[in-house]
């Protein structure tokens, strides 16, 4: 484990390295004598230079969007890129596309890394354009820019280890000594508000995201999915231990660890899911843990976290972004082990051959017992919705008449998704 002064000296240079974007974008600005905006690789807005022009075109819907809102749209993105500006060395300049929302021509200045793109900075584009020697000296300035922004992911790898050794401590004493490095990592950040978010299952392997993936992240990392502390079903419930017997070997889930203004504005939180899931891709769900302030239930935040996220994927309107408070049930089911949820009463119904029938008991059990509404919901009529509820009966051997066996069916239903 790195030493916590190590880790707060990187911490501190990280720091430094944020702010020292806005002078790199002011002095391309100076360079070429126009405002210049600093995004990274993934069309999120890092700094941009002030604008005192009045020509009312040069803030035209694409900037101003890219301004506002700190980011641009898919299909901006895609545009631009379709100018090669993601495999371009030098500056490339980019005409006007009204119809695109860009009124006026771009100069692009790729930000790159020991040859890899990092991000792009963007100016407006006049004829006949700077010349050459000043863009050679902007690309200079470009060059530095991409060298902050590697080290800024290696900072940010390196919290990574130390938010998933927070997670995955198998002992008290461990757990104490991680989370005493997020502490000093995160420095005075640590004790301000934040929610955990657990975005399953993740593709990418063990390798976390980059921290811009997720707006607002002061961490990510990988864990195993389904999480430490699975029920033997292998069921991820959160918690310190080993993960459950059902594991799928490699499979495994990001954590993300987010600031917060205010606890009743969780809003940062579902952002940063959502965006973790479109980097996920297809069939990704993200689970939100209620707002704490500091580290010190870091351990259940992340039990509350990897539960919504299981909820999501067995229910799918819950998500695809799941805060603790919206899934309702599943806040205890997902606390069960995977035998008790295995009822030995519900266990006929569950067999494959009667999924109808499976089907009609929990729609009539969230239809709160209600034969109409049931029978509408499934589009059929009553007396067959009588006969599949009698056969329920006799499979399960529970009366649904009677409100504690009703609960014992409803429970199991829908637990099997977990």
């Keep these: 484990m790195p030493r916590i002064s190590d880790i707060c ?4 240079q990280n720091v430094r390295v944020k702010a020292d974007y806005q002078e790199l974008v002011d002095e391309i600005s100076a360079l070429l004598g126009a405002p210049a905006t600093l995004e990274n690789r993934d069309f999120g807005l890092i700094a941009f230079g002030a604008h005192d022009s009045d020509d009312a075109s040069a803030m035209d819907p694409v900037r101003t969007r890219s301004i506002l809102t700190r980011k641009s749209t898919p299909a901006v993105r895609a545009w631009f890129e379709g100018f090669g500006i993601a495999r371009a060395t030098g500056p490339v300049r980019i005409p006007a596309a009204p119809e695109a929302g860009v009124n006026r021509d771009r100069l692009c200045l790729p930000v790159r890394h020991r040859g890899v793109v990092l991000g792009y900075v963007w100016l407006l584009d006049a004829s006949p354009g700077p010349a050459p020697e000043r863009l050679d000296a902007a690309m200079e300035v470009a060059a530095r820019v991409g060298a902050l922004l590697a080290d800024e992911e290696r900072a ?21 000594l991680a989370l005493a490095a997020l502490r000093a990592a995160l420095g005075p950040g640590a004790e301000g508000l934040h929610a955990v978010v657990c975005v399953a299952p993740w593709p990418g392997g063990d390798d976390p995201p980059p ?4 707006p607002g992240a002061a961490a990510l990392c990988t864990v195993p999915w389904p999480a430490p502390g699975a029920p033997s079903g292998g069921q991820a419930a959160g918690g310190r231990g080993e993960p459950g017997g059902g594991c799928a070997p490699g499979r ?9 203004r205010a606890a009743e504005a969780l809003s940062p939180a579902v952002t940063a899911g959502g965006r973790l899931c479109d980097a996920a891709g297809p069939g990704a769900v993200a689970g939100v843990a209620g707002p704490r302030r500091g580290l ?5 935040a992340w039990t509350e976290a990897t539960a919504a996220a299981r909820a999501a994927l067995a229910e799918p309107r819950l998500g695809p972004v799941a805060p603790w408070s919206s899934v309702g049930p599943y806040r205890l089911l997902t606390a069960l082990p995977a035998e008790v949820r295995d009822d030995a009463a ?19 059990l969230d239809c709160a017992g ?7 919901a499934l589009g059929i009529h009553r007396q067959t919705l009588y006969y599949r509820l009698s056969r329920v009966e006799q499979l399960t051997g529970l009366d649904l008449d009677s409100g504690e066996d009703r609960l014992l069916l409803h429970m199991a239903l829908k637990a099997r998704g977990l």
């Design 252 to 260: 495994h889930a990001v954590a993300a660890l987010v600031r917060l």
């Design 9 to 12: 000296l990187k911490r501190w």
């Design 296 to 300: 010190a239930e870091l351990p259940a």
């Design 346 to 364: 519900v266990r006929p119904l569950l067999a494959p051959v009667h999924a109808e029938l499976a089907r009609t008991a929990e729609t009539f």
């Design 156 to 176: 940010s790898a390196d919290l990574s280890r130390e938010l998933r050794a927070a997670l995955t401590a198998e002992r008290d004493w461990q757990s104490d």
């Design 211 to 214: 921290v811009r993936t997720a």
């Design 370 to 376: 209600q034969a109409g509404r049931t029978a509408a």
